[in-house]
Nanobody, 122 residues
Framework: QVQLVESGGGLVQAGGSLRLSCAASGLTFSRYNMGWFRQAPGKEREFVAS????????SYEDSVKGRFTIFRDNAKNTLYLQMNNLTPEDTAAYFC???????????????WGQGTQVTVSS
């Protein structure tokens, strides 16, 4: 059974940084593209970033490009999202996702974590 467990969320001031982690189990981690989605209060769920099997390919939503970095440690079955220069607009529940299809990882991922809350104060 695939499980994705996020951690690292919390409260941070604008301009600060957080690193989110996603521990994956029940899958062959290196055979899955991974990613992050987020959902802010009253808003639609949106794609944040994705990373391919080995980390060779990455994709970012425009508003986080240059501020967030997605990376993975396949030896630890763990996905990360380094979030720098945070703004209140980044406040959302962040979800770890996984899929064996690159396109699906960005659009319709098959597996989801439970989410971790990130709140950025001004």
């Amino acid at each position: 059974q695939v499980q994705l467990v996020e951690s690292g969320g919390g409260l941070v001031q604008a301009g600060g940084s957080l690193r989110l982690s996603c521990a994956a189990s029940g899958l062959t981690f290196s055979r899955y593209n991974m990613g992050w989605f987020r959902q802010a209060p009253g808003k639609e769920r949106e794609f944040v970033a994705s990373i391919s099997f080995t980390g060779a390919l990455t994709s970012y939503e425009d508003s986080v490009k240059g501020r967030f970095t997605i990376f993975r440690d396949n030896a630890k079955n763990t996905l990360y999202l380094q979030m720098n220069n945070l703004t209140p607009e980044d406040t959302a529940a962040y979800f770890c996702v996984a899929d064996q299809s690159w396109v699906a990882t960005r659009l319709r991922p098959g597996y989801w974590g439970q989410g971790t809350q990130v709140t950025v104060s001004s």
